[in-house]
């Protein structure tokens, strides 16, 4: 059982910074790709930011420029750099390791004046 912990959301205003982090209990990262996803009430939890095992990385359209997702495998961390931030930003914001059932508990985002 891998158990999967975020930290580092919270209330930030427009144009601020925040940096998720996402540490995992064993050693997976380097057998799997990781992502980022958020969900808001009411709607389907979305890919934010995906980084796969072979290093690339992908982001959804919406955040391209502003987040950046980079994985330490000797920390068994995964973080995501979000930058520029946006009312639109805010949700919960959830690790996920690929192909598993592995999700972390979410953390909140909020972006608000």
């Known amino acids: 059982q891998v158990q999967l912990v975020e930290s580092g959301g919270g209330l930030v205003q427009p144009g601020g910074s925040l940096r998720l982090s996402c540490a995992a209990s064993?050693?997976?990262?380097?057998?799997?790709?990781m992502g980022w996803y958020r969900q808001t009430p009411g709607k389907e939890r979305e890919l934010v930011a995906e980084?796969?095992?072979?290093?690339?990385?992908n982001y959804a359209d919406s955040v391209k420029g502003r987040f950046t997702i980079s994985r330490d495998i000797a920390k068994n961390t995964v973080a995501l750099q979000m930058n520029t931030l946006k009312p639109e930003d805010t949700a919960i914001y959830y690790c996920?390791?690929?192909?598993?059932?592995?999700w972390g508990q979410g953390t909140q985002v909020t972006v608000s004046s």
């Open positions: 064993q050693s997976i990262f380097n057998f799997h790709g």
């Open positions: 996920h390791v690929a192909r598993t059932i592995y």
């Open positions: 980084s796969s095992r072979d290093g690339t990385s």
